[in-house]
């Protein structure tokens, strides 16, 4: 019998409110634009701020290499409201059954609960289409937008990663949320 592999690539979502579907060269201005927030480059580990057209040019160039490995590791979406990319998500480190996820969202749609819904399609489809088991996140300590928003999409915390991450030239301790099936 063949062993079938489950198609490792982004799919056009579309609810009410966002639609969720592969990046375009196209989404590089409206990217760079949004991104390019303080508050969002703090959170990430590495976004840079300043943030530049070039920025997201190589971001993007990054996706695509990724989608074109043979066994992919990576899938990424575009987070489109009216039209525009204006945040994005993706299941990264894509490891058997199990996979990291990391987001952002441009400023002026926080706290409309957009992010929750957004996690929630895309755990749904991390579990049922590339059939993983467990999906994590790691959140800074100080990110408790980021902590609300796994807890109200059915992630659990499970400890607390001292020093688990160098950005510029600080060590910043994490935690660690799963949400598994
Ligand atoms: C984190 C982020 C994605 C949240 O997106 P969002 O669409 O505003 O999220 P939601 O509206 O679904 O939920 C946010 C929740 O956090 C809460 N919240 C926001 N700021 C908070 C704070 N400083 N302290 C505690 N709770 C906070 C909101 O009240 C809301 O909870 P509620 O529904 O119980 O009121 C967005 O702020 C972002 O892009 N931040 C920068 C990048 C980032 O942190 N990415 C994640 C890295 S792990």
Do not use: C, Q
Not at 139 to 154: C, I, P, Q, Y
Request: net charge positive.
């Amino acid at each position: 019998m063949t062993n079938l592999k489950p198609a490792i690539k982004p799919r056009v979502i579309k609810t009410r409110h966002f639609t969720l579907r592969p990046y375009r060269e196209s989404d590089a201005s409206s990217i760079a634009a949004h991104i390019n927030d303080k508050t969002i480059a703090r959170n990430l580990l590495s976004v840079p701020h300043p943030y530049r057209l070039a920025d997201a040019y190589d971001w993007l160039r990054k996706v695509r290499n990724a989608a074109r490995r043979k066994n992919p590791t990576w899938v990424n979406f575009a987070i489109e409201i009216d039209g525009e990319a204006v945040g994005g998500i993706g299941i990264f480190k894509i490891e058997g059954h199990k996979a990291e996820i990391g987001y952002w969202l441009a400023r002026p749609y926080w706290g409309r609960g957009i992010m929750t819904l957004v996690v929630r399609e895309i755990a749904g489809f991390a579990f049922v289409e590339l059939g993983l088991r467990r999906i994590y996140a790691h959140v800074f300590t100080f990110n408790r937008a980021s902590m609300r928003v796994l807890e109200k999409a059915g992630f659990k915390l499970e400890g607390k990663l001292a020093k688990n991450v160098k950005k510029g030239d600080r060590f910043l301790d994490e935690y660690i949320f799963a949400r598994v099936r």
